[in-house]
């Protein structure tokens, strides 16, 4: 059996642990690997659209970086409680024809016993912004350097 840790129930520090590795995996981009942290049978909900499984975790994420260029992601714990963590987030992208955007959401996740991720549930707003606008720079195919500014330290 997979396991992830830092595993349930979770504490501050472990709580924010889970969070910091889920961002450096999606900034990452490599969608066989972060469907790794998931069940294989997963439940998610992310915006309009709802799937089960890692094979659709893959395809749903494949689909997603390649529309979402120069994908740079923040997340911030919320809140947790046992195996549950709420978390809020922003990230910026530009699409095919050079437009920026800043995604705003919020996710709630619910993990099994070995630490991988059951359930995602995520909510999200986009608003364009100008490439002057943008706050998150960063080498675009790695994780956020521990020097770069969080969400609250952002204003955001």
Known sequence: MDSRPPLPPFDADTAAQKVRMAE????????ERVS????????????SEIFQGRDRIVEFLTRKWKQEQ??????ELW???GNRIAVRFAYEYRDATGQWFR?????NWAFDGNGLMAERHASINDLAIREDQRLFHW???GPR?????????LGL
């Open 24 to 31: 450096d995996g999606w900034n990452g981009r490599n969608a």
């Open 36 to 47: 790794l942290a998931y069940t294989p049978d997963s439940r998610w909900r992310n915006r």
């Open 70 to 75: 120069d994908y740079r992601l923040i997340k």
């Open 79 to 81: 809140a947790f409680t």
């Open 103 to 107: 995604a705003y959401g919020n996710e």
């Open 139 to 141: 080498d675009a195919s």
């Open 145 to 153: 350097p521990a020097d770069h500014p969080g969400l609250s330290e």
